[in-house]
C-alpha cells in the first residue's frame, strides 16, 4: 500500500508534528502575500510573519544566493556582513542596546537572553505571565504555559496573571496595570523568600501569545519599576511585534514607551532563513561572555547576515513599517465592519499589520466556533489561525506587503464564513 504525505510524515518527524487545519496545506510555492498548493490553488496568507517582506523576495533571495556562491563559512573566522549588519540593526534601537550576539532562532535567543540575567544579576528567578511562549529549548520552555514540563515548573519560574480585554485582571481595563504589577511585585516576593532573587522578567510587549489585549503606553511601568528596584533587568521577546509590524514603532517596547536591558529578535529576522539575535547594552553582554564560554556555530555566519541585511533594506526601500501602519488601520475598519454584521465578534482589535478578532457566544468563549472559522476560511483560499488564552481570537498578521486588496479578501472571506458557520 502506498505510504501517504501525512502517514510519511508522522513516521519520521512524529505524530504529534504540529499541522494547521484538518486538511493541512501542501504548499510548493509563495510570493508576496500568497502561497499556492500542490494543486495550484492560491491561498492568501494572513497568518505568517516569518516572510516579513513578503514570501520570496527576489532581494533577499538574491542576498541568499550571491552570498553563498562567494562564501559562507562558521564564525570563528572574521567577515565584515556579521559587522555591516550589527551596526545597521542597533541603529533602529535606543537605550543603549549597541551590542548583539547572532543566534538561529527564537528559541535560543531567549535561551541566551536569559543566561545574561543571570550572568549580570547574580540571580536566577525568573517571571513571565500565565498564557504566553517564548521558545522551545530547556530553559525556556519552563515559562510556557500552554504544556507544563515533564515535572512541573521549577522552583526559580513564576507565571503571572496576564491582561486581557474581556476578562481584565483586577476586573477593570483600567485597574489592569495595577492588577499586573501587584501579580508581578508579588513573584518577586516569592522569589526573594525562596532565594531564587529575581534576574529578569521576560515579556513579548505586545503580549502577542495572550491574545494582544488593547494596552496603554506606560502599562508595565510599576511592573517595570518594581523589578529593577528587585535587583532583575527586563527582557523584551520581538519576535512576533518587531521589525515594524505594529506600524507605529520598529519595536513593540517603543510603542509601550519603556526601555529594556535586553531585546530578542527571531522569525522576521531574515525572512525565512533561520537568523535571530539578542541586543543589549556592551556591560550586559560583558558579564554574559564573562560567566559563559559562548560561541554559535552558525549565527550570524555570511549568509545569514546577508539575508538579514537584505530585509532590514528592503523594510526602508518599500516603506513597510509606513505600508503596516497604513494597511493595518485599513483592515482594523474593515473588520470593525464585519464584527457590526456578526455579534459573536465581541472585539477586533490590534495595531499595524496584527489583527484580531475575538469571538464569543452566549456569554463564553467561542472556541470551538473560531476553530470552525478557521477552517471555513481555509477552504475559501484565506489564511489565519487562533490566539489567546482561550484560543477564541482569529489571528491575522500577514506579511508586511499586505495590501488593500488583501484587507478586503480578508474582510469578505471572514463576512462569509462566519455567515457560512453561525
Not at 229 to 240: F, L, M, P, R, S
Request: glycine share 10%; net charge negative.
Amino acid at each position: 500500500m502506498t505510504e501517504t504525505m501525512l502517514e510519511r510524515r508522522a513516521r519520521l518527524l512524529g505524530p504529534q508534528m504540529t499541522t494547521f487545519y484538518r486538511e493541512p496545506v501542501h504548499v510548493v510555492r509563495g510570493e508576496g502575500a500568497y502561497l499556492w498548493d500542490k494543486d495550484g490553488r492560491r491561498y492568501l496568507d494572513c497568518y505568517n510573519n516569518v516572510p516579513h517582506v513578503g514570501h520570496c523576495h527576489p532581494r533577499v533571495v538574491e542576498a541568499i544566493a550571491t552570498q553563498a556562491a562567494t562564501l559562507n563559512t562558521h564564525t570563528r573566522y572574521v567577515h565584515d556582513a556579521i559587522l555591516d549588519y550589527g551596526e545597521a540593526l542597533t541603529a533602529k534601537f535606543g537605550h543603549r542596546l549597541e551590542s548583539l550576539v547572532m543566534v538561529c532562532s527564537g528559541s535560543e535567543a531567549n535561551d541566551v537572553a536569559l543566561r545574561m540575567a543571570e550572568a549580570v544579576t547574580g540571580k536566577t528567578g525568573i517571571i513571565g505571565t500565565d498564557n504566553t511562549y517564548h521558545g522551545n529549548t530547556a530553559a525556556v520552555s519552563q515559562l510556557n504555559s500552554k504544556k507544563i514540563p515533564v515535572g512541573g515548573y521549577r522552583d526559580h519560574v513564576r507565571q503571572v496573571p496576564a491582561p486581557d480585554n474581556m476578562a481584565p485582571i483586577g476586573g477593570s481595563q483600567e485597574g489592569q496595570a495595577e492588577a499586573f504589577a501587584r501579580g508581578v511585585e508579588a513573584a518577586i516576593a516569592e522569589l526573594e523568600e525562596s532565594g531564587h532573587g529575581v534576574a529578569a522578567m521576560i515579556l513579548c510587549p505586545y503580549f502577542a501569545n495572550e491574545g494582544f489585549p488593547t494596552l496603554e503606553r506606560g502599562f508595565l511601568d510599576r511592573a517595570i519599576e518594581a523589578v529593577r528596584k528587585a535587583g532583575g533587568i527586563i527582557i523584551a521577546d520581538e519576535v512576533q511585534p518587531g521589525f515594524g509590524r505594529i506600524g507605529s514603532h520598529w519595536w513593540g517596547h517603543d510603542r509601550l514607551g519603556f526601555a529594556p536591558d535586553i531585546v530578542t529578535l527571531g522569525k522576521p529576522m531574515a525572512n525565512g532563513h533561520p537568523v535571530a539575535a539578542v541586543v543589549t547594552r556592551p556591560e550586559i553582554l560583558g558579564a554574559f561572555q564573562e560567566a559563559f564560554k559562548y560561541f554559535n556555530t552558525f549565527g550570524g555566519n555570511p549568509v545569514s547576515a546577508a539575508a538579514a541585511m537584505a530585509v532590514l533594506q528592503v523594510i526602508e526601500d518599500e516603506a513597510l513599517v509606513e505600508n503596516a501602519r497604513d494597511v493595518g488601520a485599513y483592515t482594523l475598519s474593515l473588520l470593525q465592519e464585519v464584527q457590526a454584521r456578526h455579534d459573536v465578534i465581541a472585539d477586533v482589535r490590534g495595531a499595524g499589520l496584527f489583527l484580531g478578532a475575538e469571538l464569543w457566544r452566549d456569554g463564553a468563549p467561542a472556541t470551538a466556533l473560531c476553530a470552525e472559522v478557521v477552517e471555513d476560511m481555509r477552504g475559501r483560499g484565506v489564511l489565519l489561525h487562533s490566539v489567546g488564552r482561550r484560543d477564541n481570537t482569529l489571528k491575522v498578521r500577514p506579511p508586511c506587503v499586505f495590501g488593500r486588496a488583501e484587507a478586503e479578501t480578508l474582510a469578505e472571506v471572514m463576512d462569509a464564513a462566519l455567515e457560512a458557520v453561525t
